[in-house]
């Protein structure tokens, strides 16, 4: 399976982002698709999850209520929408796949994408 992110970018602070993952073989309803992100010096660290039946989503606390996880099933993409974006939001952002339907562990997710940089300036 590969995942390929996108919709990274430089954007101020305040302003909104929404980032897409899209995975090349079908995504069964029991997955979860998570983005995870990553910081200069930094662990990577979840940010979101949502069951790929839709039926669950979940976010750390440091993004709840400002971004949102939702997904496609006929394109086969996740997506992430940022808003209210800070500078500490500043990160190469990760899409991942899990067979385990509900988890924040980086180690449960099989499969990532390559990474997608934002940047916001403060």
């Known amino acids: 399976v590969q995942l390929q992110a996108s919709g990274g970018g430089l954007v101020q602070a305040g302003g909104s982002l929404r980032l897409s993952c899209v995975a090349s073989?079908?995504?069964?309803?029991?997955?979860?698709m998570g983005w995870f992100r990553q910081a200069p010096g930094k662990e990577r660290e979840f940010v979101a999850g949502?069951?790929?039946?839709?039926?669950?989503?979940d976010y750390a606390d440091a993004v709840k209520g400002r971004f949102s996880i939702s997904r496609d099933k006929a394109s086969n993409t996740v997506y992430l929408q940022m808003n209210s974006l800070k500078p500490e939001d500043t990160a190469v952002y990760y899409c991942?796949?899990?067979?385990?339907?509900?988890?924040?562990?980086?180690?449960?997710?099989?499969?990532w994408g390559q990474g997608t940089q934002v940047t916001v300036s403060s």
């Open positions: 991942a796949r899990s067979p385990r339907s509900f988890t924040r562990w980086a180690s449960d997710y099989v499969y």
């Open positions: 073989e079908r995504t069964f309803d029991s997955y979860r």
């Open positions: 949502i069951t790929w039946s839709g039926s669950a989503t």
